[in-house]
T-cell receptor, first 113, second 114 residues
Framework: GENVEQHPSTLSVQEGDSAVIKCTYS??????FPWYKQELGKGPQLIID?????GEKKDQRIAVTLNKTAKHFSLHITETQPEDSAVYFC????????????FGQGTELSVKP | KAGVTQTPRYLIKTRGQQVTLSCSPI?????VSWYQQTPGQGLQFLFE???????NKGNFPGRFSGRQFSNSRSEMNVSTLELGDSALYLC?????????????FGPGTRLTVL
């Protein structure tokens, strides 16, 4: 079945710097890759996603890239702000497995003012 | 549109008891998925319901069950609670597969088993 590995598990950056979180997946049939942000005491919030027919997608300070050949995708946050501090999860969906989302282990991002 | 709602938000039970959690999806969404979130295991898929039928199931024991009603609201039940069932239980809703992949999560129910 699908397995998603996420790195790093913790990331600390200075306000204004960029942050990059990387994920790899195992199932070549996976075709949808969302990223979620989870703040303390809240459920995960979808922040950006990408489908397998696209290599890159951008939304203001957030971008996601996908390399299907290498089976990895990354989240890029530019000009980080203290409110970006949260746990970020990547996920992959494969219709070969009934369409369930398989999540990475999460990255705790801390943005220091 | 209102988001996904889950009740109750917090629950304390003792070993051996059973518990029922409720989830109301976003209006118009027909698919509801449940996840268990723990510090050690991350987000683990429990099951998915669509049009009152279980469409997918994760690797959890039979003590974990669920159902979906005709209005798409869903409940999950855990019987004979164990200490290891303490977790945040998250519900996520999405439209029919043919209409999109996006899943939107509720705030979760924090279950503590003593």
């Amino acid at each position: 079945g699908e397995n998603v590995e996420q790195h790093p598990s913790t990331l600390s950056v200075q306000e204004g710097d960029s942050a990059v979180i990387k994920c790899t997946y195992s199932d070549s049939a996976s075709n949808y890759f969302p990223w979620y942000k989870q703040e303390l005491g809240k459920g995960p919030q979808l922040i950006i996603d990408i489908r397998s027919n696209v290599g890159e997608k951008k939304d203001q300070r957030i971008a996601v890239t996908l390399n299907k050949t290498a089976k990895h995708f990354s989240l890029h946050i530019t000009e980080t702000q203290p409110e970006d501090s949260a746990v970020y999860f990547c996920a992959a969906k494969s219709w070969n497995q009934g369409g369930k989302l398989i999540f990475g282990q999460g990255t705790e991002l801390s943005v220091k003012p | 549109k209102a988001g996904v709602t889950q009740t109750p938000r917090y629950l304390i039970k003792t070993r051996g008891q059973q518990v029922t959690l409720s989830c109301s999806p976003i209006s118009g969404h027909r698919s509801v998925s449940w996840y268990q979130q723990t510090p050690g295991q991350g987000l683990q898929f429990l099951f998915e319901y669509f049009s009152e039928t279980q469409r997918n199931k994760g690797n959890f024991p039979g003590r974990f069950s669920g159902r979906q009603f005709s209005n798409s609201r869903s409940e999950m039940n855990v019987s004979t609670l164990e200490l290891g069932d303490s977790a945040l239980y998250l519900c996520a809703s999405s439209q029919d597969r043919a209409k999109g992949d996006e899943q939107f999560f509720g705030p979760g129910t924090r279950l503590t088993v003593l």
